[in-house]
């Protein structure tokens, strides 16, 4: 059974960067087809994707925050990890990571196995 | 940039249909998911492909996408179908979610 989990620092301070580590074990991070994205959800509101990144290196990333993410894979570790640069306090919430299948040619994009979430706290 | 627009909120009684919209511009032209989010837990798919179940989701849970509106419905709607729905697509090289339903079983 394919897991994730995230891992990383609870409370960063306003201007800093947010770094997490998604671990991914029961499967291999290089299976073909399979992007590895982060998803972030502030208490109480809806999910917003921040990106997505394929075991080569390739990546996408959510317009509105690609001048502050990077999102990069250690395939040697089986994991991934996300920075987002100069926090404030509106980035303040649940990242989760997660698989996401990516069938270009049929355009099938989803999101099969999820993390458990890490609550990211930004506060000086 | 690409919209997917939910209902807030949606009410339905138990053992009757919960129908949840999601509209986007030609969304019957991409493919529509559906994510299931219990409180405090992570999203579970519970469609893909506009119609496909994964394995372990019960056979109530459907889903439908043409024109400009893909919708997921519940059969027989049971108080564990209470929870937070989002609608997903793909769109210009993009995540697009829906803001969320929120399925009220009373």
């Known amino acids: 059974q394919l897991q994730l989990q995230e891992s990383g620092p609870g409370l960063v301070k306003p201007s800093e960067t947010l770094s997490l580590t998604c671990t991914v074990s029961?499967?291999?991070?290089?299976?073909?087809?399979?992007?590895w994205g982060w998803i972030r959800q502030p208490p109480g509101k809806g999910l917003e994707w921040i990106g997505s990144?394929?075991?080569?290196?390739?990546?996408y990333y959510n317009p509105s925050l690609k001048s502050r993410v990077t999102i990069s894979v250690d395939t040697s570790k089986n994991q991934f990890s996300l920075k987002l640069k100069s926090v404030t306090t509106a980035d303040t919430t649940v990242y989760y990571c997660a698989r996401q299948l990516a069938a270009a040619g049929t355009g099938t994009y989803y999101f099969d196995y999820w993390g458990q979430g890490i609550l990211v706290t930004v506060s000086s | 940039s690409y919209e997917l627009t939910q209902p807030p909120s949606v009410s339905v009684s138990p053992g009757q249909t919960a129908s949840i919209s999601c509209s986007g511009d030609k969304l019957g032209d991409k493919y529509a998911c559906w994510y299931q989010q219990k409180p405090g837990q992570s999203p579970v798919l519970v469609i893909y492909q506009d119609t496909k179940r994964p394995s372990g989701i019960p056979e109530r849970f459907s889903g439908s996408n043409s024109g400009n509106t893909a919708t997921l419905t519940i059969s027989g709607t049971q108080a564990m179908d209470e929870a937070d729905y989002y609608c997903q697509a793909w769109d210009n090289s993009a995540v697009i979610f829906g803001g969320g339903t929120k399925l009220t079983v009373l």
């Open positions: 990144i394929y075991y080569s290196g390739a990546t």
């Open positions: 029961g499967g291999s991070i290089s299976r073909s087809n399979y992007y």
